[in-house]
């Protein structure tokens, strides 16, 4: 658990096997959004950054996380038009293939603890 740290709540032992993802809700809280988040900040200078949740995790109450004059930049959309980013924890989602996304985004960024990816984190492509 110290090595996943701060996703400590995403732990399973060597007994749960590999391919998590596809067997468990890994993180079913929304942790990573935080992360998810800032890196996005971080890297898109734009006035206004959408983004959208494409599973079940708290992402708009996650903004509250960020720091005040960042969060200020975020938009939360369900538009998947208007969103330049769809965060992911893969909660609740049928299909967990990434490449559902590959015609119209690109792989931005991703969570992984014990080489389970647990969010990911993908961009529009540009037109």
Sequence with gaps: MWKAHPFQNVYFNALA??????RYDLDHWGLANRKALEYILRNDKSEA?????DSFTPLARSFYMIDERDRGRLRYSSDPNLSRYVVTNYRLVEDRDDAKYAADYDLFYQIRVDNEVILSVFRRKEP
């Design 49 to 53: 950054v959408y983004v959208r949740a």
């Design 17 to 22: 096997g590999t391919d998590l993802r596809s």
